[in-house]
């Protein structure tokens, strides 16, 4: 059972910044892949990025491109993602995930941080 502690969430004025963070009590080649995803009320979760351990196969969502940066730290089992020039748009509850080799669908997900952007 692989856990995940989002922090970083909060209040931010719009242009403005915030880093996520996503603790996990293990890496592994099994745990290959690490995402974000985030949920807007009354909608389904969305994908926001993804990256692996290596470092490779990053994506992201074309809303998010260019303002986002998935990033990781392998010695401490952390995944970022440093979101920048926020907007009202992307208030959400901000998920942090795994995804194990061979699957398709993420299997361990953290509590979610909420993420506020006021204009």
């Known amino acids: 059972q692989v856990q995940l502690v989002e922090s970083g969430g909060g209040l931010v004025q719009a242009g403005g910044s915030l880093r996520l963070s996503c603790a996990a009590s293990?890496?592994?080649?099994?745990?290959?892949?690490m995402g974000w995803f985030r949920q807007f009320p009354g909608k389904e979760r969305e994908f926001v990025a993804r990256?692996?351990?290596?470092?490779?196969?990053?994506h992201y969502a074309d809303s998010v491109k260019g303002r986002f940066t998935i990033s990781r730290d392998n010695a401490k089992n952390m995944v970022y993602l440093q979101m920048n020039s926020l907007t009202p748009e992307d208030t959400a509850i901000y998920y942090c995930?795994?995804?194990?080799?061979?699957?398709?669908?993420?299997?361990?997900w953290g509590q979610g941080t909420q993420v506020t952007v006021s204009a």
């Open positions: 995930a795994s995804r194990l080799l061979g699957r398709s669908e993420y299997t361990y």
């Open positions: 293990e890496r592994s080649a099994n745990t290959h892949t």
């Open positions: 990256t692996r351990w290596s470092g490779d196969d990053i």
